[in-house]
C-alpha cells in the first residue's frame, strides 16, 4: 500500500497533465484511496475532516475539472 507522502508525490506528477487525462487519473487515485484508506464516509465529524488521509482526498477532489 501507497503511503500519504507517495500519493502526493503522484498528486503532484499528475497534476502536470493536460485535461481530460488529468481529471481520469485523479478519480483513479480517488478510487485507490477510497479502496485502501477507507475514505469515504458520509457525514463526517470534524474530527475525522481533519484526518491527514482525508484532507489529501478532499484536496484530490476539489482538484477535478468536470468540464472544459
Known sequence: MRNLIEIEDELNEI???EEPLRTK???QLMNYM??????????PTKE?????EI????????MRIFSE
Open 48 to 52: 475525522q475532516m481533519e484526518q491527514p
Open 34 to 43: 477510497e479502496a485502501h484508506y477507507k475514505v469515504f464516509i458520509i457525514n
Open 15 to 17: 497534476d502536470k497533465l
Open 55 to 62: 484532507k489529501l482526498f478532499r484536496k484530490i477532489s476539489d
Open 25 to 27: 487519473k485523479l478519480v
